[in-house]
């Protein structure tokens, strides 16, 4: 190999832009997988590829001028223009991600940071079809028209979802002659501690006629101590865990490094490598956890005086609920495939010393499921048992608790029929 260093260095271009061509944008305009202004940057790379050999060779003819007998030095610099190329070669998806595509990276977008929820919904986001407000929905007006039903959806990232369309859409087609809007507030990480806030602080503002709302796997999350999001010992007020803002409190307090280089692309690259890894350990055996069966989850008791308090709150504020079970897919007798696909379950066990085993999970998630249960017969609210109506299996879970497009369509009717039998629009 006569030049070692042009060869490598287009090698890596050509990888680079063979990984992103790779990559599905999410809500794609272009092929059904891109975004416009990602197969501009596809664009880009390939009418940069010439000019970017033409550099590379340009380096490599400086570097063979430098004659050093010091093989030492020799390498340093061959290292130095191949790091130099690497930037180069990097420096078109580093432009992009700065300008398009930070969302990638939440933790690090103001837009994103709340001082109170911790992270919230990017308004106008049109990844996740976000309206002015940071609802899932179509766009509409903060105070409410006239003759108007509002419903909004709390809970977690699996209340977040198509559901919410397809519920109004049926709603609609029952009532014809009602005006009816759904929105869905429900956001990943959030507990049932979130939802007060988020119901008090913002939802509360747009004069909703109905909540629903179902919560239980991130309440159960606060139980347990992985040392990625979470610090020092379990607090009723869920202080302990940092959640979606982990990364930014915890690189915060480290102590800085001598000499930091902040890209983006390295970072998009390193996290996709890692999680390669990370499949590809998990794909090639059969999971065997060894998590402990007695394992306690105190979060069981904040949760239900979180759900009592918002249960309250909506009917000083004389506001209709409806209230649901977490569905999960934790059973014994899971298929190979159902267990890697418990990616949940598996960064759990990854990252903590001490975790609960399957069975010790699906029985937690049991209790919450009946402190649920036990609330709406206490308040008498109307209510819907997703998790006993919903098959425990892959085709209508994606993973641990999230649901397919199947599990999604199940979701929405199971609440269209629940109001529609209390009457509860009228």
Not at 2 to 26: D, E, I
Not at 349 to 367: D, T
Not at 385 to 406: I, N
């Amino acid at each position: 190999m006569k030049r070692p260093f042009v060869f490598l260095s287009t090698a890596f271009y050509l990888l680079l832009f063979l990984f992103l061509l790779h990559h599905t944008s999410l809500a794609p305009e272009i092929l059904g997988r891109y975004k416009i202004s990602y197969v501009i940057l596809l664009l880009v790379y390939l009418l940069f590829l010439i000019p970017f050999i033409k550099m590379v060779h340009v380096l490599d003819a400086f570097h063979r001028r430098l004659k050093f007998r010091n093989i030492i030095l020799t390498n340093l610099i061959h290292l130095t223009l191949f790091a130099a190329s690497v930037f180069l070669a990097l420096l078109p998806l580093e432009v992009y991600l700065r300008t398009h595509y930070n969302q990638l990276f939440a933790y690090k977008s103001i837009e994103a940071f709340h001082p109170f929820l911790q992270i919230q919904p990017v308004k106008n986001d049109p990844l996740r079809l976000l309206n002015s407000y940071g609802f899932y929905g179509p766009e509409i007006q903060k105070k409410k028209p006239e003759n108007t039903f509002r419903i909004f959806i709390l809970g977690g990232s699996t209340a977040a979802g198509e559901h919410s369309r397809i519920l109004e859409r049926l709603l609609k087609e029952r009532y014809p002659n009602q005006k009816i809007e759904v929105l869905n507030a429900a956001y990943q990480w959030y507990t049932s501690e979130h939802s007060i806030i988020d119901y008090l602080f913002r939802v509360k503002d747009f004069e909703p006629d109905l909540i629903i709302c179902w919560h239980g796997i991130n309440d159960l999350h606060r139980s347990l101590f992985s040392k990625s999001v979470s610090h020092g010992e379990f607090q009723s007020d869920y202080s302990h865990y940092y959640g979606p803002m982990a990364r930014m409190v915890f690189d915060y307090f480290r102590p800085p490094p001598v000499l930091k280089i902040s890209l983006l692309s390295v970072q998009l690259g390193v996290e996709q490598l890692s999680y390669f890894l990370i499949q590809w350990k998990w794909n090639l055996q059969t999971p065997h956890f060894q998590g402990t069966d007695s394992y306690e989850f105190p979060s069981l008791i904040s949760f239900r005086r979180n759900m009592d308090s918002l249960i309250q709150i909506l009917q000083t504020d004389g506001v209709k609920l409806v209230l649901g079970t977490q569905p999960f897919l934790y059973r014994e007798g899971l298929s190979d495939r159902e267990l890697k696909s418990l990616w949940g379950y598996r960064l759990l066990s990854e990252r903590s010393q001490v975790y609960p085993s399957l069975k010790s999970i699906a029985q937690a998630m049991n209790q919450f499921n009946e402190a649920t249960k036990d609330l709406a017969k206490k308040y008498n609210i109307p209510f819907v048992d997703l998790d006993a109506q919903m098959p425990k299996t892959s085709e209508y879970l994606s993973d641990d608790v999230h649901y397919t497009t199947k599990g999604q369509t199940l979701v929405a009717e199971l609440f269209f029929r629940e109001l529609a039998k209390e009457q509860l629009l009228k």
